[in-house]
């Protein structure tokens, strides 16, 4: 997306958005120069994020620690190794699933068994 389409959406002036996305550009990275330059899925999403902030009144300097915080190197490589956590995950919920039904197997065969020796229940009386 370009920057006149992203002011478009948030409905602000595009000299606006040109302004704080140049205070802020250490933490929106873009592919192209001049009026050729786009920003990825991330970049427009916290173009979005910037917007809402300052609408709200937000601090320059609170902005910044927030975007500094978002994108410190911890950040950058919890977001990166989320998906591959989540398939560790998977892997092992995969494997008590199986577990669970070689259990529920046995558990049935034991009832089975002891079913055939079971003896009739006395009663007292």
Known sequence: MTMREIARECDIPESTLRVWRDE????????????????????????????AWKKV????????????????????????TGESQLDEVLALLRAQASELAALRAEVGELRRVLGQHAKPPRFMG
């Open 57 to 80: 009144g937000m601090p320059a300097e609170q902005i910044r620690g927030e975007l500094a915080r978002r994108n410190t190197p911890q950040a950058r490589v919890r977001r990166r």
């Open 24 to 51: 802020f550009e250490a933490f929106l990275p873009a592919v192209g120069e001049g009026k050729r330059r786009r920003y990825s899925e991330a970049s427009q999403e916290l173009l979005r994020q910037l917007v």
